[in-house]
């Protein structure tokens, strides 16, 4: 999706060593500009996300050092954010920032609450000017339904 930072992202972490890996508590801040998905118009979207993640250190067998990327022959899980550098576990904080990042996206980013789209048929924004399109009635067979009002 196509998405420009307009205002700088911030990231504060906190890594807490924990047996067998790291708890890494955060928050994410800043501003985007994503494509409504309405009209396809700029909506801004203000992110802020709170996380919290458990990184495990993936097992190193004795004598074997522990490889780092992804391939085939890496001793640890694709998703995982831990690689070893000269024997040594190191954490990938920019791949966690990134992660986190993607997850605060909003799914549905509106340009406003009131985003009227654009016209089905000949696809002019109605935001800015109604279109004189003929609207489609529907199927005809169900019109005996269109008045229909239900009592509660």
Same mark, same amino acid.
């Given at each position: ?23 890494? +508590?955060? !928050?994410? !801040? ?17 992110? !802020? ?91 005809? +067979? ?11």
């Amino acid at each position: 999706m196509e998405c420009r930072i307009s205002k700088p992202l911030r990231a504060r972490l906190t890594i807490l060593p924990a047996d067998g890996g790291w708890l890494v +508590r955060g !928050t994410l !801040t800043g501003e985007v500009v994503l494509p409504c998905n309405r009209c396809a118009e700029d909506a801004v979207a203000e992110l !802020t996300a709170a996380f919290e993640e458990f990184e495990e250190l993936p097992e190193q067998e004795e004598g074997i050092p522990v490889s780092g990327g992804a391939g085939p022959d890496a001793a640890q899980p694709p998703e995982s954010h831990i690689f070893y550098e000269h024997n040594a576990p190191m954490l990938d904080l920019a791949g966690i920032c990134w992660e986190e990042f993607v997850l605060a996206l909003p799914i549905n980013p509106l340009c406003g609450p009131d985003c009227k789209g654009l016209c089905p048929q000949c696809g002019a924004n109605l935001n800015v000017a109604p279109c004189s399109c003929s609207r489609d009635e529907g199927d005809p +067979r169900l019109a005996v339904l269109r008045g229909l009002r239900l009592q509660g």
